[in-house]
């Protein structure tokens, strides 16, 4: 079921793995992906939902992570801090070598306690890892 749709990013809940799945295809993650991913984090909590897969592998270059994920889920998760969340962005190689080499370089890069989230570059590696939680 589509959730929310615009020109270049698209949330869907699938209901047999009870995932939400957001694909941006614009080149540049931009205030069309934070709204997209605002709509994806409310939909999460508004529906209990606790697996999200971030399809980021036609970005490029490589987004901070800090700015464009970690900040609108630290902000959404203060007023639901006992929520365990699942989150697995995929990711191109060029752009999982930047965001890891940043991760293991700043601890400010780090998501919130309550949530998992982890780097792949295969779509199947990531819904393997989310099915598996």
């Known amino acids: ?15 047999a793995s009870d995932t939400l799945y957001l694909s941006y295809s614009a080149t540049r993650l931009s205030l069309s992906f934070r709204a997209a991913y605002q709509q994806a984090l409310e939909k999460m909590l508004q529906h209990n939902v606790t697996k999200l897969l971030l399809d980021l592998k036609r970005n490029a ?31 191109s190689e060029k752009q999982y070598q930047y965001q890891i080499g940043n991760v293991l370089a700043a601890s400010t890069t780090l998501p919130p ?18 099915s598996s939680n």
Do not use: G, K
């Open 61 to 91: 270059p490589p987004a901070d992570e800090t700015e464009h994920i970690l900040q609108p889920l630290a902000e959404v998760l203060l007023a639901h801090p006992d929520r365990s969340l699942f989150i697995a962005a995929v990711v």
């Open 113 to 130: 306690a309550q949530v998992e989230f982890n780097y792949f570059t295969s779509r199947q590696e990531a819904t393997d890892w989310l």
């Open 1 to 15: 079921m589509t959730l929310f749709h615009s020109p270049e990013a698209q949330l869907v809940y699938h209901s």
